[in-house]
């Protein structure tokens, strides 16, 4: 199936969507370039993953099904503990490895009826194919978005979520700009556009 495209589709994308379609294009990307998304399994994500990147790789996220994994682990030993923390770390680290069968077998011959495992369970199976970590590790992908969380949180969080201070969207827009900029290395091209485009 090939990517949608705005103009083959006018009006059916959503506001998300057109927002990731302008930052791809600023960034000089289209949707065929994109070689792996990474996305925290909800099935509207895959649904876009699906519709605008065809070819790419999908990811779940490492960290939010890790999540699963250490609230199957706290609810079979009691709210927590060292046993749980302890099993937790295993599964965590058999995913990690490319076990899930082993995580899967685990978490159903340990879990019993325990609600939280069996849910755990299901998370991990029915997004199986896009669980493999230790193939993502050796392609040299991430396995997960906290890299970007990471960004978003110095880049944006750092300079514009201080003490006191409310943006609007015109104003933010600019000085997100200039971060970026600065940060990024090529504010000296940001200002020699920004002085063409005046020019022009």
Same mark, same amino acid.
């Given at each position: 199936?090939?990517?949608?495209?705005?103009?083959?589709?006018?009006?059916?994308?959503?506001?998300?969507?057109?927002?990731?379609?302008?930052?791809?294009?600023?960034?000089?990307?289209?949707?065929?370039?994109?070689?792996?998304?990474?996305?925290?399994?909800? @099935?509207?994500? *895959?649904?876009?993953?699906?519709?605008?990147?065809?070819?790419? !790789?999908?990811?779940? #996220?490492? %960290? +939010? $099904? =890790?999540?699963?994994?250490?609230?199957?682990?706290?609810?079979?030993?009691?709210?927590?503990?060292?046993?749980?923390?302890?099993?937790?770390?295993?599964?965590?680290?058999?995913?990690?490895?490319?076990?899930?069968?082993?995580?899967?077998?685990?978490?159903?011959?340990?879990?019993?009826?325990?609600? @939280?495992?069996? *849910?755990?369970?299901?998370?991990?199976?029915?997004?199986?194919? !896009?669980?493999?970590? #230790?193939? %993502? +590790? $050796? =392609?040299?992908?991430?396995?997960?978005?906290?890299?970007?969380?990471?960004?978003?949180?110095?880049?944006?969080?750092?300079?514009?979520?201080?003490?006191?201070?409310?943006?609007?969207?015109?104003?933010?827009?600019?000085?997100?700009?200039?971060?970026?900029?600065?940060?990024?290395?090529?504010?000296?091209?940001?200002?020699?556009?920004?002085?063409?485009?005046?020019?022009?």
């Amino acid at each position: 199936m090939a990517a949608r495209s705005a103009a083959e589709t006018p009006g059916e994308e959503s506001p998300f969507e057109r927002r990731l379609l302008r930052e791809l294009a600023a960034a000089g990307c289209a949707p065929q370039d994109v070689d792996a998304c990474v996305g925290d399994g909800a @099935e509207w994500i *895959r649904r876009l993953f699906d519709d605008w990147f065809p070819d790419a !790789r999908r990811i779940v #996220d490492f %960290y +939010h $099904a =890790a999540e699963y994994l250490w609230a199957a682990a706290r609810a079979r030993h009691d709210a927590g503990g060292d046993l749980a923390a302890a099993w937790a770390k295993k599964l965590c680290g058999m995913l990690e490895a490319g076990r899930l069968d082993d995580v899967l077998a685990d978490l159903r011959r340990r879990g019993g009826d325990v609600e @939280e495992c069996r *849910r755990a369970a299901g998370y991990l199976a029915e997004r199986r194919d !896009r669980m493999r970590c #230790d193939a %993502y +590790h $050796a =392609a040299g992908l991430p396995i997960g978005s906290g890299i970007v969380e990471a960004g978003c949180k110095n880049v944006v969080g750092r300079r514009m979520k201080c003490a006191g201070m409310r943006w609007s969207v015109d104003g933010a827009n600019p000085v997100l700009w200039l971060r970026c900029a600065w940060l990024g290395g090529w504010l000296d091209h940001y200002w020699d556009d920004r002085i063409a485009k005046l020019a022009a």
